[in-house]
């Protein structure tokens, strides 16, 4: 996606900040005014080989494309929000266990590498968490003071508010993909078996579709992949499959649905939330027809069913995470 330019006048050079969404398959970054409005945006794909450094030089170069498109330089911002999968140490920047990226399977010091690297302060916080946050603060989830927030793409990702605070426990908490859906099922990323992304993360449902074709199963899945020049069943290729009706994806997006379903009444049964909001690249791509069907896989599993919570599609869009990343860096925010 080319870098997206907005009006700038230099009386926001001093508050603006940065907001980086490290996904499985792509970098956004944003440079926000004091109000979070986008004054430039910049997309890169995520690095599918080396190891963390790697992933931290796409990282600069997708902040320094936001900041030129914005017409300021990285080290002019107040500060910068990065959203990173795996158990984030908010304290140090440190991020341990991010297994959808590329040699990531140790801790590494991203917080202090891009500091290093781009000449401003950068907080750290989980991906789906700042994505939640930013929901909360500015999109669907204004309205609630209690919510989960479940990303659904490359992997399948939470975060909580409780009681108009974020939670994030002692840095692993809103792991909702690796709630247990099945005892001794799939093999999940993770390495653990039976969770819910193991059966919904677009990883997982990728590698499903594969092994399935293996085995002689037809599909325009890799078919449309191909036409479009990419390497991954991306969430705009699922999309286009189930358009077509076809019946390996319609199959795998099924299970992926009732995955959720079950994974997300088990969350709610415990936390009795007021508000589910369902965004990532799967979720936004989908909509509301998904919602309301991962709505209605929910509901046999609610222990408080004739008061289920309110089901919302995240209203920030591909921004979303960047956006609420960004919220890290406001000032006075340690």
Not at 156 to 176: H, T
Not at 219 to 232: A, C
Request: net charge positive; hydrophobic share 45%; charged share 20%.
């Amino acid at each position: 996606m080319p870098a997206v330019k907005t009006a700038f006048t230099p009386r926001t050079a001093g508050t603006a900040r940065g907001g980086i969404d490290l996904g499985g398959t792509k970098i956004e970054a944003v440079v926000v005014d004091a109000n979070s409005m986008v004054l430039g945006s910049a997309r890169r794909p995520t690095p599918t080989g080396g190891g963390p450094n790697d992933v931290a030089a796409e990282l600069v170069r997708a902040l320094t494309a936001a900041c030129a498109a914005a017409g300021l330089k990285p080290e002019a911002l107040s500060g910068v929000g990065v959203g990173s999968p795996g158990i984030v140490d908010a304290a140090t920047g440190a991020v341990s266990s991010a297994r959808n990226l590329p040699g990531w399977d140790g801790t590494f010091g991203l917080g202090s590498a891009l500091t290093a690297a781009l000449g401003t302060r950068v907080l750290v916080g989980n991906d789906v968490q700042v994505a939640t946050e930013g929901e909360f603060m500015l999109g669907s989830g204004k309205s609630y003071g209690s919510l989960l927030g479940v990303f659904w793409g490359t992997g399948v990702g939470g975060g909580l508010i409780l009681d108009g605070k974020p939670w994030v426990g002692r840095g692993g908490a809103g792991e909702i993909g690796h709630t247990v859906v099945k005892l001794g099922g799939r093999r999940c990323p993770c390495g653990r078996r039976g969770c819910v992304e193991a059966y919904a993360g677009r990883g997982a449902m990728e590698a499903r579709a594969r092994k399935r074709v293996k085995k002689g199963a037809k599909t325009d899945l890799f078919k449309l992949m191909e036409e479009k020049g990419h390497t991954r069943l991306t969430s705009a290729i699922w999309a286009r499959a189930l358009e077509r009706r076809d019946k390996l994806a319609n199959k795998i997006i099924d299970q992926a649905v009732a995955a959720l379903g079950a994974g997300i009444a088990s969350a709610v049964n415990l936390l009795d939330v007021e508000a589910v909001v369902i965004g990532g690249g799967l979720g936004v791509r989908f909509g509301e027809p998904f919602a309301m069907r991962i709505a209605a896989e929910m509901q046999p599993h609610l222990f408080n069913d004739t008061r289920p919570p309110a089901i919302r599609v995240a209203a920030l869009g591909d921004l979303g995470g960047a956006i609420g990343a960004a919220l890290l860096a406001q000032a006075g925010r340690s």
